[in-house]
């Protein structure tokens, strides 16, 4: 079973940056693709961005030009870098990979967006 761990999130301004990090019990050559989730109170969960092994990417557009997922492969881990963070960036953020038929999900992590 593979496992993904979420790390890097928390209370921040408006205006400053994160990066959430998503460690792979396994590794990320295998993954389709790996992408980050997000789900705020009351709302559906939303695709925020995805990276394909191939190495495209893919953004939901409300984090264009502020956000960009990147990827280590020797250390099978993807990143989430969040800047200018917004109010309504505020969520728990979740990594998700895919493979063949198969996805997996990490157990979330708080991003807080508030003076």
């Known amino acids: 079973q593979v496992q993904l761990v979420e790390s890097g999130g928390g209370l921040v301004q408006p205006g400053r940056s994160l990066r959430l990090s998503c460690a792979a019990s396994?590794?990320?050559?295998?993954?389709?693709?790996m992408g980050w989730y997000r789900q705020a109170p009351g709302k559906q969960r939303e695709l925020v961005a995805d990276?394909?092994?191939?190495?495209?990417?893919n953004y939901e557009q409300l984090v264009k030009g502020r956000f960009t997922i990147s990827r280590d492969n020797a250390k099978n881990t993807w990143y989430l870098q969040m800047n200018s963070l917004k109010p309504e960036d505020t969520a728990v953020y979740f990594c998700?990979?895919?493979?063949?038929?198969?996805?997996?999900w990490g157990q979330g992590t708080q991003v807080t967006v508030s003076s």
């Open positions: 998700n990979a895919k493979r063949g038929n198969f996805q997996y």
């Open positions: 396994d590794s990320i050559f295998s993954f389709n693709t």
């Open positions: 990276i394909t092994s191939g190495g495209s990417t």
